[in-house]
């Protein structure tokens, strides 16, 4: 489930552990590291030198932080999540027409309806085919091809490997994103 963190590295900070181990894949890969936590008040600071950001993160408090940050910034945001045996991708990019990932999901669920992945437990391939798949649009966003899933929620069964596409909708009352795809707050 976190392919770049080994025994080896137990114990060890995961931006370490996961730089040493893309280093070992591809010593011509550059690294930034940031070892800090995701904030609203550094998360425009860090985004403002990227052309997109793709976010797995496993709460809803730095989703929302990553979506306000990427609007403002104007930057895509290559969206996926996990629960269980099942997984969601989504590119939310208002600046070309699509929602935010507030349009879609204004506040969080309540804790009994998605729990966190410690409570609640992850197949462990879930995320490798679900980060995959956020590998993908990033690579058709950065070089300008294929059809992005901008307006679009792609869910994913682990249990049945069967796939479910829905269109999803700006919403012109979204308190993050105006009409225009700019920050609103």
Known sequence: RQIL???K????????????????????????LYDERLTAKNAGKIFKD????LDGSDN???RYVVNEACVKSGIPLVHGSILRYTGQLSVFDPKNGGPCYSCV???????????????????????GIIGTMQGLEALKII?????????KL????GLTCRMKMLGVKRDVGC??????GKMVR
């Open 154 to 157: 792609l869910i994913f069964d």
């Open 105 to 127: 999901y204004p506040e969080p669920p309540p804790a009994e309806v998605a729990p966190s992945c410690a409570e609640a437990g992850v197949l462990g391939v879930i995320p």
């Open 143 to 151: 070089a300008g091809f294929g059809e992005k899933i901008i307006g």
């Open 60 to 62: 809803f408090e730095t």
């Open 9 to 32: 590295s137990v114990g060890e900070k995961k931006v370490k552990s996961a730089a040493a181990a893309i280093a070992e894949l591809n010593d011509k890969v550059a690294t930034k």
């Open 175 to 180: 308190k993050v994103c105006s009409g225009d």
């Open 50 to 53: 990227y052309d997109l950001v």
């Open 5 to 7: 963190h080994t025994t």
